[in-house]
């Protein structure tokens, strides 16, 4: 799904969250695991997902799923409040909104 921020259309989740992609992942590989993870949501994907278009699915390091979007996996920001927000986007100079 899009949604529409200041900084133009993003990609967002079902709640039209917005999501966002870390620097520091590698191509299908997610490196934020433990703490990174709960300040950094991935956007799960059940058992039965399959990639459609430019989105995919990665393995975790736990064995569970998680939405990519061009090779990038998915993640929220658990300081965004509500739909439209983008507070994540540059944390640590690593961390960006993913763009449509």
Do not use: E, I
């Not at 569970?64 to 996996?73: E, H, I, L, T």
């Amino acid at each position: 799904m899009t949604g529409k921020t200041a900084m133009g259309p993003v990609l967002t989740d079902a709640k039209g969250m917005t999501l966002y992609v870390f620097d520091k992942d590698g191509a299908g590989k997610s490196a934020c695991n433990g703490p990174c993870a709960t300040n950094w949501p991935p956007l799960m994907a059940p058992a039965s997902a399959k990639p459609m278009g430019k989105y995919s699915v990665v393995t975790r390091d736990d064995g569970s799923r998680q939405w990519a979007y061009n090779g990038k996996p998915l993640y929220s920001w658990a300081k965004d409040a509500k739909p439209g927000d983008t507070t994540g986007d540059g944390v640590n100079n690593v961390w960006h909104v993913a763009k449509p």
